[in-house]
């Protein structure tokens, strides 16, 4: 069965660090494209930065996070990465894993992030 299990959120006070996992298995992981997304209590769910898989490696980021968070794999792992810096209150949300390769996507179930003082 195919499952992306998210882990590393945490309460963490403006200007920490934090890095996420997301573990995959039941797909090809490294044929898959990887990505964060997150959402705030009230908000729609955002993208927030995608890496490819097979190829060239690709990294993007949404503009609000561009130049704080990097996104990164490991296929040997089965898992993708997201380490978060200079974290800022509007960073607060639960980030969830997916996975996309075609018309095939899978979602995590989602780690909660909680930056505040």
């Known amino acids: 069965q195919v499952q992306l299990v998210e882990s590393g959120g945490a309460l963490v006070q403006p200007g920490g660090s934090l890095r996420l996992s997301c573990a995959a298995s039941?797909?090809?992981?490294?044929?898959?494209?990887m990505s964060w997304y997150r959402q705030a209590p009230g908000k729609e769910r955002e993208w927030v930065a995608s890496i490819s898989g097979t190829g060239v490696v690709i990294a993007n980021y949404a503009g609000s996070v561009k130049g704080r968070f990097t996104i990164s794999r490991d296929n040997a792992k089965n898992t993708v990465y997201l380490q978060m810096n200079s974290l800022k209150p509007e960073d607060t949300a639960v980030y969830y894993c997916?996975?996309?390769?075609?018309?095939?996507?899978?979602w995590g179930k989602g780690t909660l992030v909680t930056v505040s003082s």
């Open positions: 997916y996975a996309a390769r075609n018309h095939m996507d899978f």
């Open positions: 039941g797909f090809s992981f490294r044929t898959y494209g």
